[in-house]
């Protein structure tokens, strides 16, 4: 259904203009009794997160109001002082400012209020570094292997530079789309206006002179609307650019167009969505035609942020907008990892070794490859606006027909199908301003970059030539054109690629210059090839797509087994022209099979309308290939035909717990086939082999499964074939898919399929309780429905788990590593991360890899990471990595907990049973176990294995050793150390009965008469023979938390050293003491702060409380947003009983070098009493934004003032004033 605002009407955008406002306050009618999760829903999951930093600071935001409401709302209810309007729109029903948390809450609660959403930062659309730069799969300089779970080295990225193809000269993005056939005929956009919403334009570039007929600047930080970035005069070059400079070598796709120049970024590449609303506000009200929007890098965590509703109402209202998909693509590398050394680290007596880095330069890009595979799993790799109904999104090709590595793919969140079409994006050259940095000139007036956002102006420029084609064109006119005229470009096999990499295709002006007529219409997909999709296992590696050869994914298998649906798939029609009798049709051989949304029969003009279709199978329906088609029709007269196929697998038969068929293949064809798996089945295995040719011949074949919950499996390499196993499938079709690389030879193969299922009765042994010196003995029967059981073996297993603590860091791209050696005994292994960044800023991506160097599972972010683990790993040498993707050049500190679950041999357990069990038959297991007079431990899991030549079954044992319980407290007692009649420690004794020795740990809560947690209590200890384990807590701790007596203790718990649970006490236990007759800490940190800062020294104050009097000491530093250190401070007063600030402080002199605003943070506070440490607190305090320019400090002036070091005093000479003028430092 199409997005529609009702306060939008076309008259009143042609009027709009983006308001500046200084509104004293906004009155919000606040609805009464709302619920906290009610407030909770309307606000963004971005702004949430901000909000529960809880650091006070005011935050952007953009707040969406309800179709029809009036932005003038009733019954005040918030000041300016908690929301300040920065913007109040037009385009959109909503406003933009800053509100503190209370104030965004306020928002929330008005009834008149749909969402409020954090003003995030948006960023030029262009890779993380020159894409041209990267690797690429004829690039020979570097060669990344990596296996079917995360693709190969050709999913890195598909493109070759320009060079690999011939000189720059070479190379016209222009006359690569053919808008050089258009020109000749006399069409250059001559008469159409362009804004480019950017970081400026350098209006004085020979090629751009004359062509900026209006500017603006919304960067307040910046005073002029001139380029300081560059990315927005090389858009600008692309759509308008003469090429006077280059004579005409470099021309723009529109050299006779004019320009509108919205500046929106600034000069670092960032800016504000708030601010790029109010610019596409402008650009409307000055008479743009056509806007470029090559922005990216902003997700608001729905399908409607409100930059997405802006570029779509602008396109309602009549103007063409042309968005980047982003740069996000699974397959998209980022850029060369520098080759450095890891830090390691050594915990002493790990028996993992550390293997000595640097890596090679294969390696770490591997682990650069897997950090965008982690950040854009599908859906949603689309960023807004590029995620728009309306917009004309791109995607980027390179000069070969194949797409950019980087290119951002869909579906969409509500799985529409984007980019709409793509356009050459790959070493692109355009104009841009002279001597910036950071920019691959080609000579003083052009460089060479990459990235969606030069696929965007491509086709602004081929918007207006179009629009001076035909200036009755609507926006869904100029869109329609577009699609119809792309052409479908393929893969390195010679497939197509999907719809979600490349839309319609690549843009091409002469072709769409042919559908100009008012009727024009389209549909986005333009054709659907049905199909199941293809997503990984959950644990079981990092990567979404099938691996198929090609330098793409791909992220469907196209075949369906009967009784198969295909997913509801989401359809947009776009029409130029109103239409009145609109019908929707299915024909064709599938027409029963398709359940469609059918479209209204009555589309306005320029209108895009999304309808959904499905496909369902029918059961019994025979193998092949089946054909069909939607056809829209208008007064009867058909208007459009979207193609429909579907494959119809061919059925796998298993008999007695085997199958297999053969066929031939050759190029990059398929076969496929289904399998009925039953309920409960044990295992799937599946193996291929084919022919090889003795002459050389490629003949390399893939095979993949796909369950009927789309989780794919991919084939590894066995012998000369390739085969998979499959622990517990679920039941229903699965698809078994063999493909062709592209074999230019028929290669004949067999495909074999084996079924395990065998079923126990019971399933399980559970023995409770279980005393010393006794035995046991069970009966299970044996069910066997798969294929003959040969050679069966039985024998008791035990779990255990070996865990280690390790710590390292890791710098800015660098690796981390530890090996662990797997062997047969080994049943999982897993890897936590726990992060020791106190911000949780630091990205860090935690990987396992195999013995082949491949990664198995991942988890990349900020904080903690995982655990990641692998079941049944193989044996050899696997690794856990940690690569710095994003950290603090100082490095970034963590731990990891390994842990490895193993299995040995249990002597307590006996079993006999049959040597074979036939298919279709059943034998009986017999199993005894003996518990030991002196059992290990107080509870053992382990389990029955019965093993045959092809296949393993387990029967889980549980036991819980009779006679280990808590007894409750034994005994409490205090300490007076002083004699002063306050209590300095409780000392409290828990009973254990312990009937098995072993290692325990105790865990309770003390707490208060109100329940309220004093302290978490935990003791490990060694017991042979049953007695107390003993636990302390300090008095002053006590005191602090406390409020009433009796003190209880709540949650005592006993559990074994490996975590397991044994006892839980369930009686109540009070101690008659009340918290106030304990030790109060002769001072402690009232955690109140005050902000001391003036223009020459930047202080805070910090509270205390104080009950003793004494020398007491405080020590901090102090840190900017980057953690960079300005200075540290230590103050020392003698203090008395009541309340005190000591105040820390610096010279801002080196905060003002910096140059940069930033927060300022007092980190590692420390407070003392006569040098002995009283607290610690990590982070207790960060200042607003601080601008450097706001101070001046006299160059003789002290290090660090503080309001109670007396012995601190500042020079009387002042040779003069340090002050920021311009961004420098100078002296006055």
């Not at 409380?1105 to 020590?1115: C, E, F, I, L």
Request: glycine share 10%.
């Amino acid at each position: 259904m199409v997005r529609r605002n009702s306060i939008l009407v076309l008259a009143a955008l042609l009027i709009l203009a983006a308001h500046v406002l200084a509104v004293p306050s906004l009155s919000l009618s606040q609805e009464n009794g709302v619920q906290k999760n009610g407030i909770s829903q309307k606000i963004d999951t971005a702004l949430a997160k901000q909000l529960s930093a809880g650091d006070g600071e005011k935050i952007p935001v953009i707040v969406i109001l309800k179709s029809g409401a009036d932005a003038k709302l009733d019954d005040s209810g918030i000041s300016s002082n908690d929301f300040a309007v920065k913007y109040k729109y037009h385009l959109i029903p909503g406003l933009a400012g800053e509100a503190t948390a209370k104030g965004i809450e306020t928002i929330a609660k008005s009834d008149e209020v749909q969402g409020v959403y954090f003003d995030e930062s948006a960023k030029v659309s262009a890779p993380d570094d020159n894409a041209s730069n990267n690797a690429s799969i004829n690039n020979a300089s570097i060669n990344i292997s990596i296996n079917a779970s995360i693709g190969q080295s050709k999913f890195a990225s598909s493109y070759s530079s320009a060079s690999d193809i011939g000189s720059d000269s070479s190379v016209s993005f222009a006359k690569y789309i053919n808008a050089d056939k258009l020109w000749a005929k006399g069409i250059d956009g001559k008469g159409i206006t362009i804004a480019v919403l950017d970081s400026g334009i350098d209006k004085n570039h020979p090629d751009l002179v004359g062509r900026v007929i209006g500017e603006t600047n919304f960067i307040t930080d910046e005073v002029s609307a001139d380029d300081l970035l560059g990315h927005g005069t090389m858009v600008s070059g692309i759509i308008a650019g003469s090429g006077a400079a280059s004579g005409g070598k470099y021309k723009g796709i529109a050299p006779g167009a004019n320009l509108l120049n919205v500046k929106v970024i600034d000069s670092k590449g960032d800016g504000k969505v708030s601010d790029i609303i109010a610019g596409i506000e402008w650009a409307i009200f000055n008479g743009a035609d056509v806007l470029s929007l090559s922005l990216g890098g902003i997700n608001l965590g729905e399908t409607n942020p409100p930059i997405t509703m802006a570029a779509d109402n602008a396109a309602d209202a009549g103007v063409v907008v042309c968005v980047a998909a982003g740069n996000r693509n699974s397959s998209q590398t980022s850029g060369q990892v520098a080759t450095t050394s890891a830090r390691q680290a050594d915990d002493g007596n790990s028996p993992v070794d550390l293997s000595g880095l640097p890596q090679s330069e294969e390696n770490n890009d591997v682990l650069l490859l897997l950090v965008p595979i982690l950040m854009a799993l599908p859906p949603g790799l689309i960023d807004s606006p590029g995620d728009g109904v309306n917009v004309i999104t791109l995607g980027a090709s390179d000069y070969q027909g194949h797409m950019a590595g980087f290119s951002g793919s869909g579906p969409t969140r509500d799985d529409r199908i984007k980019p709409d079409v793509v356009a050459p994006g790959v070493d692109i050259i355009s104009t841009v301003p002279t001597g910036l940095n950071k920019l691959d000139y080609v000579d003083v007036y052009y460089a060479k970059e990459s990235g969606t956002s030069l696929s965007t102006p491509v086709a602004a420029g081929l918007a207006a030539l179009l629009l001076q084609q035909n200036k009755n064109l609507t926006p869904a006119g100029v869109k329609a054109a577009m699609i119809r005229g792309a052409q479908k470009l393929n893969d390195t096999n010679g497939q197509q690629y999907e719809e979600y990499y490349q839309g319609a295709g690549q843009i091409d002006a002469e072709r769409s210059a042919q559908f100009q007529d008012s009727g024009v219409c389209a549909a986005i997909p333009d054709q659907w090839n049905a199909g199941r999709w293809a997503y990984l296992p959950s644990g079981k590696g990092v990567y979404v797509g099938l691996d198929t050869g090609a330098d793409r994914p791909q992220k469907k298998i196209y075949a369906l087994a009967p009784g198969d649906k295909d997913w509801s798939l989401r359809f947009v029609f776009i029409s130029n022209q109103e239409r009145m009798s609109l019908k929707t049709a299915v024909s064709g051989e599938i027409s029963d099979w398709v359940s469609l949304q059918a479209l209204p029969e009555h589309v306005a003009a320029n209108d895009q309308v999304v309808f959904a279709a499905s496909l369902t199978v029918p059961a019994g329906t025979p193998p092949g290939y089946y054909f069909g088609s939607i056809d829209i029709s208008d007064g009867g007269e058909n208007i459009l035909e979207i193609p429909i196929s579907v494959t119809v697998a061919e059925p796998f038969n298993i008999t007695k717990g085997q199958g297999t068929v053969s066929g031939t293949l050759m190029g990059n064809q398929w076969d496929y086939y289904y399998l009925n798996v039953s309920s409960g089945a044990n295992e799937l295995d599946a193996g291929l082999n084919w022919e090889t040719d003795g002459n050389g011949t490629n003949t390399d074949l893939d095979l993949f499964l796909l369950s009927p919950t789309s989780e794919y499996y991919s084939g590894k390499q066995s012998g000369s074939g390739e085969e998979i196993s499959v622990a517990n499938p679920p039941s229903g079709k699965w698809i078994m898919a063999v493909h062709s690389e592209n074999s230019s030879e028929a290669v004949n193969y067999s495909l074999n399929g084996r079924m395990s299922l065998i079923k126990t009765t019971p399933q399980r042994w559970n023995i409770a309780p279980a005393y010393p010196g006794t035995s046991d003995h069970n009966q299970f029967v044996v069910e066997n429905q798969g294929e003959s059981l040969e050679n069966l073996s039985y024998v008791g297993v035990i779990n255990s788990v070996e865990m280690q603590d390790l710590e390292g860091s890791v710098g800015q791209k660098e690796v981390w590593e530890k090996a662990i050696n797997v062997t047969n005994r080994t049943k999982k292994i897993s890897a936590g991360l726990n992060s020791r960044d106190k911000r949780n800023e630091s990205e860090i991506l935690l990987v396992l890899e195999n013995p082949e160097g491949e990664p198995a599972d991942a988890s990349l972010g900020a904080g903690d990471l995982g655990p990641i683990e692998i079941v049944r790993p193989e044996n050899g040498t696997w690794k856990v990595k940690v690569y710095g993707y994003n950290v603090p050049e100082e490095g970034q500190s963590f731990g990891i907990t390994l842990k490895e679950y193993s299995e040995d041999q249990w002597t307590w357990i006996k079993t006999r049973g049959p040597q074979r069990i036939e298919s279709g038959s059943s034998g009986t297991v017999d199993v005894d176990i003996t518990v030991p007079q002196n059992p290990s431990a107080a509870k053992v899991d382990g389990s029955v294995k019965i093993s045959s030549d092809n296949h393993t079954l387990e029967i889980p044992v549980s036991v819980s050793v009779a006679g280990t319980t808590l007894q409750g407290l034994s005994s409490s007692a205090v300490l007076d150390a002083d004699n002063d009649s306050l209590f300095d420690l409780l000392n409290l004794s828990f009973g254990v009965n312990v009937t098995v020795p072993g290692d325990f740990r105790l865990e309770a809560v003390l707490a208060d008469c109100s329940g309220h947690e004093i302290e978490l209590l935990s003791r490990s200890a060694t017991l042979q023979k049953s007695g107390p384990i003993e636990m302390s807590v300090n008095g002053s701790r006590i005191w602090m938390n406390g409020i009433c007596g009796p003190l209880q203790v709540n949650n005592l718990i006993l559990y074994d050293k490996n975590g397991n649970y044994i006892d839980r006490f369930e009686k109540n236990i009070t101690i008659d003491l009340d918290p106030k007759q304990f030790q109060p800490p002769a001072a402690y940190l009232t955690g109140e702060y005050v902000n001391r800062t003036t223009s020459s020294k930047i202080a805070v104050g910090v509270n205390v409380s104080v009950t003793k009097a004494g020398d007491y000491q405080m020590h901090g530093i102090f840190v900017d947003d980057s953690g960079e250190e300005l200075g540290e401070d230590s103050v020392e007063s003698k203090l008395v009983p009541g309340n005190a600030t000591l105040v820390l402080g610096l010279n801002p002199t080196k905060f003002m070098m910096l140059g940069e605003p930033s927060r300022v943070y007092l980190v590692d506070l420390v407070f003392s009493l006569d040098g002995k440490e009283l607290e610690r607190v990590d982070e207790p305090w960060a200042s607003e934004t601080m601008d450097p320019a706001s101070f001046k400090v006299g160059i003789g002036a002290a290090s660090a003032l503080s309001d109670n070091a007396s012995n601190n005093n500042s020079s009387d000479k002042q040779a003069g004033t340090l002050k920021m003028e311009n961004g420098k430092m100078v002296i006055s």
